[in-house]
C-alpha cells in the first residue's frame, strides 16, 4: 500500500483542522444567541484570547510591528463590521439578549472563506508559525473591536429603564 507523503497530509491537515475550528465557533456563536448576556459573557471571549499573546515569547511567533499593526488593523477595521452589523444586543423584559440577524451565519462563513483564502496565501511567504501569529492577531483585533461596542451597548441597555420593570439586569 503506497502511503501519502507528508507533504500531501498538511494542507488537508490544515484545512480539517480550520474547518473543525470555525464549526465550533459557529455553533458557540448560535448558541450564546440562546442565553442572556452579561457583562462576564461579553468579555470572557476576548480575555480568553489574549492569553494567546505568549505565544509572542517564542522567537518562531515574532513579527514586525508594521505586520502586527497592519493584522490588527484590518481585523478591527474590516472584518469585525460585518459582525457587528449582524449582531445586536436587545432587552427583553429584565434580560439582555443578542440578537443576530439571518445573515449572520453567512457572514460567519464568509469571515471563514476569507481567512482560509488568506491564510492559504499568506503561508507561502512567511513561516507556519508567522503566519499562525498573523492570523491570530487578525482574530483579536476582530472581536476586541466587536466586545468593546457589544460592551458599550451592554451599559447602554443597563442604564436605560426596562419597559414596564421596576429594576435594571444585574452587570454580573
Known amino acids: 500500500m503506497?502511503?501519502?507523503p507528508l507533504a500531501t497530509l498538511r494542507p488537508l491537515f490544515?484545512?480539517?483542522?480550520?474547518?473543525?475550528?470555525a464549526a465550533a465557533m459557529i455553533a458557540w456563536r448560535l448558541r450564546e444567541t440562546s442565553r442572556p448576556m452579561t457583562m462576564r459573557r461579553i468579555v470572557a471571549p476576548p480575555l480568553g484570547m489574549?492569553?494567546?499573546?505568549?505565544?509572542?515569547?517564542?522567537?518562531?511567533?515574532?513579527?514586525?510591528w508594521t505586520w502586527a499593526l497592519g493584522?490588527?488593523?484590518?481585523?478591527?477595521?474590516?472584518l469585525a463590521i460585518p459582525l457587528a452589523r449582524t449582531a445586536r444586543l436587545v432587552r427583553r423584559g429584565e434580560v439582555i439578549t443578542l440578537e443576530r440577524s439571518s445573515a449572520?451565519?453567512?457572514?460567519?462563513?464568509?469571515?471563514v472563506a476569507v481567512r482560509l483564502a488568506l491564510r492559504t496565501w499568506v503561508e507561502q511567504?512567511?513561516?507556519?508559525?508567522?503566519t499562525g501569529a498573523l492570523f491570530f492577531l487578525l482574530a483579536l483585533g476582530m472581536i476586541l473591536r466587536w466586545r468593546v461596542a457589544m460592551?458599550?451597548?451592554?451599559w447602554r441597555l443597563v442604564a436605560a429603564p426596562a419597559?414596564?420593570?421596576?429594576g435594571r439586569p444585574s452587570l454580573r
Open 151 to 154: 460592551a458599550l451597548e451592554y
Open 50 to 64: 489574549s492569553t494567546g499573546l505568549a505565544m509572542f515569547l517564542f522567537p518562531a511567533f515574532r513579527l514586525p
Open 14 to 21: 490544515i484545512a480539517v483542522a480550520t474547518l473543525g475550528g
Open 71 to 78: 493584522a490588527l488593523a484590518a481585523g478591527a477595521l474590516v
Open 104 to 111: 449572520f451565519l453567512w457572514i460567519l462563513g464568509g469571515l
Open 163 to 166: 419597559p414596564g420593570a421596576g
Open 2 to 4: 503506497n502511503a501519502l
Open 125 to 130: 511567504y512567511v513561516s507556519l508559525q508567522q
